[in-house]
């Protein structure tokens, strides 16, 4: 499984309540250690939080349809995003591999 940035260093999921450590890794806050360590929790990373919340709100837009069906498809011959529906009634005589699931 690919690691994202927006993942905890420690837990390996997304980012909860991100703090940023001295070595500039993430860590959840509840991932930090809580026993008598030489390691600080660090700070709070405003920039982490930010970038986990605009992840969530962003939703593709179909280039046909500018529906937001899920799931959102990616056309690489047309560099376009497509709904379901959309590129099964668009894309039929491109074979699927030109047509790549991207949520």
Request: hydrophobic share 25%.
């Amino acid at each position: 499984m690919d690691s994202s940035p927006l993942d905890c260093n420690v837990c390996r999921k997304e980012l909860t309540s991100p703090h940023i450590l001295p070595c500039l890794h993430s860590i959840c806050a509840n991932c930090s250690p809580c026993c008598s360590t030489s390691t600080s929790c660090g700070s709070p990373d405003p920039l982490a939080e930010f970038l986990i919340e605009t992840a969530h709100e962003t939703t593709e837009m179909c280039a046909n349809c500018d529906q937001t069906n899920q799931p959102m498809y990616f056309c690489e011959t047309c560099q376009q995003a497509l709904c379901h529906e959309c590129k099964a009634t668009t894309h039929q005589v491109w074979p699927d591999e030109g047509i790549l699931c991207c949520m």
